[in-house]
């Protein structure tokens, strides 16, 4: 290899670490960042961390958390998933420098790719890596959106390649990077992936239509679809679980066609349509791709003393008062409920991309802005419903993603990627020099006007009021007309940014084209221009202050005196914490088994029961949770003395026909006394269609043994005997056993397991063995032999043909 060639690609690769530490530089003295949703994870993943290090295997399934539910979508971890191993070595900074690195890198191959000079694909990569939305989302804590966002331009690189016609290089690139998007674990991410694919697609197949090459259009289809299969086969365990799993959750067809208060349910295969389009980007809102702070930027900004918000405040109650009434405002207006910040992809960036617009010809140039401008109207959601439902309706898996705003990730990766070849071309001799101003003109018109027109008329166009304007409004009058005059402000002061920003941009292009400057030092300057324009905004929303003492972060959650008062209580039980939204947080799964937790996929029937039941206080759906003490506010704990325990007997099954009748049911049932049964479940058990059972004063049955894999009963009846059992039915993984021998149990109560006793003595067994384990370990390895030998053979046969030419 020439060292003259290798070299430069060693110094990207520095330059990337560089960034990556420079911008998240508290991981230098060993610090991490706290993030909300990480957090959260970590109360709902820790029992089966704790059962990982203890029984050196994962057990698949979690108690601490909404009663039990897999861990497939908690931080499993999957046998022969040998792929995570690259995954480290390109994520080896810490985190989440490590994401930032892996943007670059990523971006870098694409543009690599398409044969871009590596000064300038350098300047592109800091561009896609520090493009606002892709900053903000690690101060949620949205780790898994940021790995799978990551792969992205890998994966496109590894089409490219192929459609090039080098087919092994590209072969390997887009099995590897597909298998690695895949282990990140997005699968709302991949899917938008997969549009931006699917386009690419489109534009190919056009452009070989009209060139009559669809023979080699079709070569090329298998070759990047054998390629990604075998990429989603090595992930076949993870995606086979999550398939299982996604069949059972909030995300699956409800069997009610009835709602709480007794309407008619609208049926739906997926989320609720006002849950999937709940946050959705606003038509006007859009602007603030290229104007930060168009709609007053995130839901929260500081405002500094020079506000008419602070300025207000200080009359009536001092300085003190407004400093700290200003660090915290309700800035934004828009109709989203919540925004981290806005997605800004940077002034800078758009100008190059509208030059790219008026500047490229050809299918990359369709294919980049179609795509962008597809998923800009897509994440418009319920404010362009037409086109939303249409999706929804009709187009597979649509329905199975909420927050369909974070669709503009395909924006976040096109506008970038057009802007760099729109320099690419700039800087050729491939178009003449009036083509180029003639673009720089049109591109420096559209976007500089735009920005101008918001900066000097934007205040007389909308009425600048929040969603949440009342809380002020309540406190005191004046700070509302304070605060829409600084939003008025805000939006005149970054439109004015925007332009200068495009201004001067244009015209150190202006003077490359005049042979003012040189392409090194051009390159130079507009990567400032990008890199200033982009972190100075990005270091309002994830600097410094968000990060903390490593110990902090390991153990986010420390017990206090209501979960020490609990935790005496060392028996098998289950803790409702209402002293806050109990479905939406899981620090108390943290320190015992909770009826609630944090996760955007629940089991169906358990949200449901919450929504049916819970909701209306019925005191013994809890118990039959085992609900042995409830969290309320100002630190009060209350012991449950009603809870069922762990497993009881019952005297009576009551057969229904529907899954309305069950959840109905249990308006009415004593739970200790009674269970509900679907006639299709009571069919299968082998209980001679006994449905009241006779009981004697020695019949038991205890709990002697459990984990969070297996739990183990024993029992004694004079008769036939029906028991429940306070554990989540999942009949894709949990199985039956009596006295060793497996045996039927079937769902009762709506979530819960029943399961038939004879009589006599005996032990009873529930073990978690799920088959899609299995089933997926042995397909994963074979995929990955595919994945070496195909590749391995290509080169043979390629070696073979070169030497007989």
């Known amino acids: 290899m020439d060292k003259k060639k290798f070299l430069p690609y060693v110094s990207v690769g520095i330059i990337f670490v560089i960034a990556s530490l420079l911008y998240f530089n508290p991981v230098l003295s060993g610090k991490k960042i706290k993030q909300g949703d990480i957090m959260q994870y970590k109360g709902m993943a820790r029992e089966s961390t704790n059962y990982r290090v203890d029984h050196g295997k994962d057990s698949y399934w979690l108690r601490n958390a909404f009663s039990g539910m897999p861990t497939y979508q908690v931080g499993a971890q999957f046998p022969n998933d040998f792929i995570k191993y690259i995954d480290k070595v390109i994520r080896f900074l810490p985190r989440p420098a490590d994401y930032l690195f892996l943007y670059f890198l990523s971006f870098f191959i694409l543009l690599t790719a398409l044969k871009v000079d590596w000064k300038l694909a350098v300047l592109g990569s800091l561009s896609f890596g520090f493009s606002t939305y892709l900053i903000i989302i690690f101060g949620a804590g949205h780790n898994a959106k940021a790995h799978a966002i990551g792969y992205m331009p890998m994966v496109l690189a590894g089409f490219i390649y192929v459609y090039q016609r080098r087919y092994l290089f590209g072969f390997i690139l887009t099995s590897v990077a597909m298998a690695l998007e895949v282990v990140s674990n997005h699968p709302q991410m991949t899917y938008y992936l997969g549009f931006c694919l699917l386009m690419f697609l489109i534009f190919e197949f056009v452009d070989a239509y009209k060139n009559n090459e669809l023979k080699l259009f079709f070569k090329h289809i298998v070759i990047v679809f054998t390629a990604c299969f075998l990429g989603l086969s090595v992930n076949a365990t993870r995606l086979l679980s999550t398939k299982e799993y996604a069949n059972q959750s909030t995300r699956s067809k409800s069997e009610l066609t009835i709602n709480p208060d007794g309407s008619p349910r609208e049926k739906s295969s997926g989320l609720d349509k006002a849950y999937i389009t709940e946050y959705s980007y606003g038509i006007s809102e859009t602007l603030n791709l290229l104007i930060p702070r168009f709609m007053g930027g995130g839901t929260v900004e500081r405002l500094d003393e020079k506000s008419a918000f602070y300025?207000?405040?200080?009359?009536?109650?001092?300085?003190?008062?407004?400093?700290?009434?200003?660090?915290?405002?309700?800035?934004?207006?828009?109709?989203?409920?919540?925004?981290?910040?806005?997605?800004?992809?940077?002034?800078?960036?758009?100008?190059?991309?509208?030059?790219?617009?008026?500047?490229?010809?050809?299918?990359?140039?369709?294919?980049?802005?179609?795509?962008?401008?597809?998923?800009?109207?897509?994440?418009?959601?319920?404010?362009?419903?037409?086109?939303?439902?249409?999706?929804?309706?009709?187009?597979?898996?649509?329905?199975?993603?909420?927050?369909?705003?974070?669709?503009?990730?395909?924006?976040?990766?096109?506008v970038p990627l057009l802007g760099v070849l729109a320099l690419k071309q700039f800087f050729s001799d491939e178009v003449s020099k009036e083509n180029k101003k003639e673009a720089l003109k049109k591109a420096l018109y559209l976007t500089g006007s735009i920005t101008l027109f918001f900066a000097v008329l934007g205040f007389n166009l909308f009425d600048f009021q929040g969603l949440r304007d009342a809380q002020y409004q309540q406190q005191l009058p004046e700070l509302v007309d304070a605060l829409i005059t600084d939003r008025k402000s805000m939006l005149r002061g970054d439109s004015f940014r925007s332009f200068i920003l495009i201004l001067f941009t244009g015209g150190v292009l202006w003077a490359f084209i005049n042979k003012k400057i040189k392409y090194n030092v051009t390159i130079i300057i507009i990567t400032c221009l990008i890199v200033l324009d982009l972190v100075l905004i990005d270091l309002n929303y994830v600097n410094k202050e968000d990060f903390t003492n490593a110990r902090n972060v390991d153990k986010p959650f420390v017990a206090n005196n209501v979960d020490k008062e609990i935790l005496k209580d060392k028996g098998y039980y289950r803790v409702a914490n209402f002293s806050g939204n109990v479905l939406n947080e899981a620090r108390t799964s943290y320190f015992h088994n909770s009826i609630g937790g944090y996760h955007a996929a629940k089991m169906k029937r358990y949200q449901e029961l919450f929504e049916y039941q819970i909701a209306k206080n019925n005191l013994e759906v809890l118990n039959m949770l085992n609900t042995k003490y409830f969290v309320l506010g100002e630190g009060k704990v209350q012991k449950n003395t009603e809870a069922n325990g762990s497993q009881w007997f019952i005297k009576e099954l009551k057969v229904v026909e529907s899954a309305n009748n069950e959840i109905l049911g249990l308006d009415s049932l004593k739970t200790k006394e009674g269970a509900i049964i679907r006639k299709k479940d009571f069919e299968r058990l082998s209980i001679d269609k006994l449905v009241k059972f006779e009981r004697d004063s020695t019949d038991f049955i205890?709990?002697?043994?459990?984990?969070?894999?297996?739990?183990?009963?024993?029992?004694?009846?004079?008769?036939?005997?029906?028991?429940?059992?306070?554990?989540?039915?999942?009949?894709?993984?949990?199985?039956?056993?009596?006295?060793?021998?497996?045996?039927?149990?079937?769902?009762?109560?709506?979530?819960?397991?029943?399961?038939?006793?004879?009589?006599?003595?005996?032990?009873?067994?529930?073990?978690?063995?799920?088959?899609?384990?299995?089933?997926?370990?042995?397909?994963?390895?074979?995929?990955?032999?595919?994945m070496f030998l195909i590749p391995l053979g290509g080169f043979i046969i390629k070696k073979r043909m070169k030497s007989i030419t």
């Open 311 to 414: 300025e207000t405040v200080k009359l009536r109650a001092g300085d003190q008062v407004a400093k700290q009434f200003s660090s915290e405002v309700l800035t934004y207006w828009g109709k989203q409920p919540i925004v981290e910040a806005p997605a800004y992809i940077g002034a800078v960036v758009f100008f190059l991309f509208f030059l790219g617009v008026f500047l490229l010809q050809g299918k990359v140039k369709y294919w980049l802005v179609s795509a962008t401008v597809f998923s800009i109207i897509m994440s418009w959601g319920k404010n362009f419903s037409f086109i939303t439902d249409l999706f929804i309706d009709y187009f597979p898996l649509y329905d199975k993603f909420r927050a369909v705003s974070s669709i503009q990730v395909i924006a976040e990766l096109c």
């Open 702 to 786: 205890k709990l002697v043994d459990h984990n969070a894999a297996s739990l183990r009963y024993k029992t004694s009846a004079k008769s036939i005997q029906f028991a429940v059992f306070s554990e989540i039915y999942y009949q894709k993984g949990w199985n039956a056993y009596l006295d060793g021998k497996l045996v039927p149990h079937s769902r009762v109560n709506y979530v819960l397991r029943g399961m038939s006793i004879p009589k006599g003595n005996h032990v009873v067994e529930f073990k978690f063995e799920p088959k899609v384990i299995t089933e997926g370990r042995v397909i994963s390895l074979v995929s990955y032999v595919f």
